[in-house]
């Protein structure tokens, strides 16, 4: 089962890893900043290891994203990603995973303060799930 794993976050400035320009994750002792960061390096080879990680982008500083809306019949672009928003889409993970309870662990391992993780199952047009 396929499964995207986006990370949400508002490191000021933007930049990656997130975690090294979140506040949050900042204020923590240094000891539990690098347990953080070792359990993500561990999910991340293991995912390697197992052939779970199909491919995995961060993404660049959402004041140079673009929205494509529609209006009046025509495509309407303006800047984005959204005025009121304080969370951006950081970059995103596509795993092949066995199940849903694997993908939960792993999804488990890429949150830390400061950030918000989604855990999404892919799907084929016409709805069925990858």
Request: glycine share 10%.
């Amino acid at each position: 089962m396929k499964y995207v794993i986006l990370i949400h976050s508002n490191p000021q400035p933007w930049g990656h890893p997130t975690g090294d320009f979140i506040a949050e994750q900042k204020a923590l002792p240094t000891e539990q900043r690098e347990a953080l960061e070792a359990g993500f390096e561990k999910v991340m080879s293991e995912m390697s290891e197992r052939g779970e990680l199909v491919s995995a982008e961060a993404l660049g500083d959402p004041a140079n994203a673009r929205l494509y809306r529609w209006a009046d019949g025509d495509p309407l672009v303006t800047d984005g990603p959204y005025a009121e928003a304080k969370e951006h889409l950081a970059g995103f993970f596509l795993i092949d995973v066995g199940d849903q309870a694997r993908a939960e662990a792993i999804a488990a391992k890429f949150s830390g303060p400061g950030e918000t993780i989604e855990l999404r199952p892919t799907m084929w047009p016409g709805g069925d799930d990858q």
